[in-house]
């Protein structure tokens, strides 16, 4: 299989504080990890890029400042979200790519709530 | 901006039915095409991927993809309520990229 683990599962903090959450790939090495953020009842939208060794490339509109990424080994990426605001709130997804046909296999995803 | 599209439904069948989800892409030059299905509250699992013009038939599943008129869908037979869900087309951008783009999923309810 292609198994990818996040946590926390859910995550309740206040406003001004940084969460971090971790995404790892358990069995397979992961060259590249995506993130991604879903609100309620929208589609889902990519964050970022994560390269392993290299800085992570952010899409449009993506403040790099604020939400950021650590992909240090091949198994894991960090996602830290900085000065969290209730406007933060959502479902935050990792997904790993396995290469050959470049599918995903996505994380079960983190509920984090800003209070 | 590449977009992918879908009706975003819901799509209601009855059980036993064959449910079919659509879905057309504006990158011309995209090679990989994608099914996932999210449940509700849920991250999204693969179904089936394609990247050949014509069918892939997985199960109960069966992807069509014709490059041509920039079209996927994604055939279920025999749908079951389990297979209620939002299914989520995705394309990879152009240029042998892995980095997807998705569309807003089209809710399907399958009614005993």
């Known amino acids: 299989g292609a198994v990818v683990s996040q946590h926390p599962s859910w995550v309740i903090c206040k406003s001004g504080t940084s969460v971090k959450i971790e995404c790892r790939s358990l069995?397979?090495?992961?060259?590249?990890m995506f993130w991604y953020r879903q609100f309620p009842k929208q589609s889902l939208m990519l964050m970022a890029t994560?390269?392993?060794?290299?800085?992570?490339?952010?899409e449009q509109g993506v403040e790099k400042d604020k939400f950021l990424i650590n992909h240090a080994s091949l198994t894991l990426s960090t996602l830290t979200v900085t000065s969290a605001h209730p406007e933060d709130s959502s479902f935050y997804i990792c997904s790993a790519n396995r290469g050959l046909n470049y599918e995903q296999y996505f994380g079960p995803g983190t509920r984090l709530t800003v209070t | 901006q590449k977009e992918v599209e879908q009706n975003s439904g819901p799509l209601s069948v009855p059980e036993g039915a064959i449910a079919s989800l659509n879905c057309t892409y504006s990158d011309r030059g995209s090679q990989s095409f994608f099914w996932y299905r999210q449940y509700s509250g849920k991250s999204p699992e693969l179904i089936m991927f394609?990247?050949?013009?014509g069918d892939k038939e997985d199960g109960r599943f069966t992807a069509q993809l014709n490059k041509a008129s920039q079209y996927v869908s994604l055939l279920i037979r025999d749908s079951q309520p389990s297979d209620s869900a939002t299914y989520l087309c995705?394309?990879?951008?152009?240029?042998?990229?892995?980095?997807?783009?998705f569309g807003r999923g089209t809710s399907l309810i399958v009614h005993p």
């Open positions: 069995d397979f090495q992961a060259t590249t």
């Open positions: 994560s390269n392993e060794g290299s800085k992570a490339t952010y």
């Open positions: 995705a394309v990879n951008r152009s240029g042998g990229s892995y980095i997807p783009t």
């Open positions: 394609i990247y050949s013009n």
